[in-house]
């Protein structure tokens, strides 16, 4: 098992799960939070979520509490989690196939496809792919359960071989034939829609006469009533040609996030409070055990690639979540137009540290401003340079509020972070939905100091993503546009860090091009994990460390004090009184 079989979310787990088998606590406790919403995607997904959803996902988790002291190396612990979780679909499957169906027991709790949709805010042809899922048999949606995650960059294919117990070439095999259904699946569902050429959203007449008697379940029958139509009907199946490929449309989706109401029971297996005492389990996870899923997140609302408001202090740390992307490995795009970028041909620099503009000179500010700000375009680090040592600056924890539970996702969202500490900006760029110049998000009304301390992630933002052919970035490519910044503003690694001492307001301006923005509160310990991730762990290139421990360490671009009535008219270049 490599290395990569401990990450989510970037993070290396390795210690905590070591740490937890030896009998820490603490360390059991955040193993649960932060690996809790991934056993929830596959199980929701391989279920569609139904009923019996809540139940498949505590039993998984409490068998891997129960067992984890005979788990013999931590690296393998996110196999050997995937595998405990298909275990149980598979056993629940066989559960049904003879046991009779209680009254109701065959309803949706929550529809997986429709969470996906909602919480993701997915559009076009990806919401046609999550609706798809309904489509498929049993066997494939828990296939296809697995399969997403390892498009998103979250599992290995060794991974998805070993938890459906066959070899990595019969699954490969596996994949194309479900993939194949998943795209009969997608035209079912655009037929449904009406989305052709020339349809204008309205469904095929004779479609509607072949649907006349459909109670609109899908099933088996209907699915093959459905693709018998399509094929022989020019209208249905005039969109072939447009259709992207569903693992183009999933990378970058990040895990959906646990339903407010959702809920794990102590009395699972068996176990009660006091059996579980037993073994050891503290407190904080009897609670996380009982408690509604934002109890679990520690009153953080976990949303597409980020997590949401906590107040929390350095003794204890946030929740992990999960990766929206997979790591990308290669050198930005050629510069735009009107933008002092690198050449792509240009050869990275060795030193970690940015390319500062000049800053004012000491004799005209010290008594006036502080820090120094990025106003020039620097160049990304070579992968295997790493960053100097990220100065320890003062934690007594930082508080984000008034985010909404899905992100920063639409122009005029914002998240006022107050107290002092650290936090990350993770950045979502979607070219493939709305391209164009990207409008930056502001930071206004600042009371006290806040500074740019480091960039993390794996990567940069305009590094080529993985497996691409045409240079495809995490800005764009030439098959989906791309997302332009404005002239002189600093190029966004996947996870941007900050530190605070005061209180802030972080505005989401987008237009015209798409972008999500989604805020965690952090700790010294996860930035400086995050930026020394280097390439043999897992990551593209280690992260940029930007603090030098004084008050001249760079602050945020697009910075002030004011609070104007459009927030999006603040100037790139910040310079902000003491």
């Not at 279920?47 to 039993?59: C, S, Y």
């Not at 924890?397 to 920063?408: E, F, I």
């Not at 530190?499 to 930035?527: C, M, R």
């Amino acid at each position: 098992m490599t290395p990569e079989g401990t990450y989510v979310d970037g993070r290396q787990w390795r210690s905590t799960i070591a740490a937890a088998q030896a009998g820490d606590r603490r360390a059991l406790d955040e193993l649960v939070e932060g690996w809790l919403p991934l056993v929830y995607n596959i199980v929701g997904r391989a279920l569609n979520g139904h009923a019996d959803v809540d139940d498949v996902v505590q039993e998984t988790m409490l068998r891997a509490v129960d067992n984890l002291g005979s788990l013999r190396d931590p690296d393998s612990f996110r196999s050997w989690l995937v595998a405990i979780a298909m275990r149980q679909i598979r056993e629940r499957s066989r559960r049904r196939t003879v046991e009779p169906l209680a009254d109701g027991a065959g309803e949706q709790a929550a529809d997986f496809a429709e969470l996906t949709v909602l919480r993701l805010q997915l559009e076009g042809q990806r919401r046609e792919v999550a609706e798809a899922v309904r489509w498929l048999d049993d066997d494939d949606r828990q296939l296809l359960s697995l399969w997403w995650l390892e498009v998103a960059g979250e599992l290995t294919r060794r991974e998805l071989a070993a938890a459906v117990g066959i070899s990595r070439q019969h699954a490969a095999v596996r994949v194309q034939r479900m993939k194949q259904r998943l795209e009969t699946a997608r035209d079912i569902v655009r037929a449904l829609d009406g989305h052709h050429p020339g349809a204008g959203n309205s469904p095929c007449p004779d479609l509607r006469l072949v649907t006349a008697r459909w109670d609109g379940r899908p099933d088996s029958v209907w699915r093959k009533r459905l693709a018998r139509h399509i094929r022989g009907c020019a209208y249905c199946s005039g969109a072939r040609e447009a259709v992207v490929p569903a693992e183009r449309l999933l990378v970058g989706i990040a895990l959906v996030p646990l339903p407010v109401g959702f809920t794990l029971s102590l009395a699972l297996g068996g176990k009660t409070a006091v059996a579980a005492t037993s073994v050891g389990w503290s407190a904080k996870i009897l609670g996380l055990l009982t408690k509604p899923a934002v109890a679990v997140t520690a009153g953080a609302t976990l949303a597409a690639g980020g997590l949401y408001v906590v107040t929390r202090t350095p003794a204890d740390p946030p929740p992990a979540l999960a990766s929206p992307t997979a790591a990308s490995t290669a050198r930005p795009p050629s510069g735009r137009t009107g933008e002092p970028s690198p050449s792509p041909t240009s050869t990275p620099t060795a030193s970690p540290s940015p390319s500062l503009s000049p800053s004012p000179s000491p004799s005209k500010t010290r008594a006036q401003l502080y820090g120094t700000v990025v106003d020039a375009v620097d160049s990304a680090p070579a992968a295997s340079a790493l960053p100097v040592a990220l100065p320890r600056r003062a934690e007594k924890g930082v508080t984000a509020t008034g985010a909404p539970g899905t992100g920063l996702t639409h122009r005029g969202e914002t998240v006022t972070l107050s107290g002092q500490g650290y936090f990350r900006v993770r950045w979502q760029v979607l070219p493939q939905q709305r391209p164009g110049a990207l409008l930056m998000p502001t930071w206004t009304g600042l009371s006290g100091k806040l500074f740019h301390v480091a960039s993390g992630g794996g990567h940069r933002m305009d590094d080529v993503q993985p497996g691409s052919t045409d240079g495809t970035t995490w800005m764009g490519g030439p098959s989906v546009g791309y997302a332009v910044l404005p002239s002189g503003t600093q190029q966004m690694w996947q996870n941007e860090y900050f530190w605070i001492d005061g209180t802030v307001t972080l505005h989401q301006n987008e237009g015209p091009a798409d972008y999500n923005l989604f805020v965690q509160t952090s700790t010294w310990d996860k930035v400086t994990e995050d930026v020394t991730t280097g390439p043999a762990q897992g990551a593209v290139r280690y992260g940029l460390v930007r603090d030098n421990g004084k008050d001249t360490s760079p602050v945020p671009q697009y910075l002030t004090r004011s609070t104007p009535t459009d927030p999006a008219t603040v100037s790139r270049s910040s310079r902000v009184s003491s």
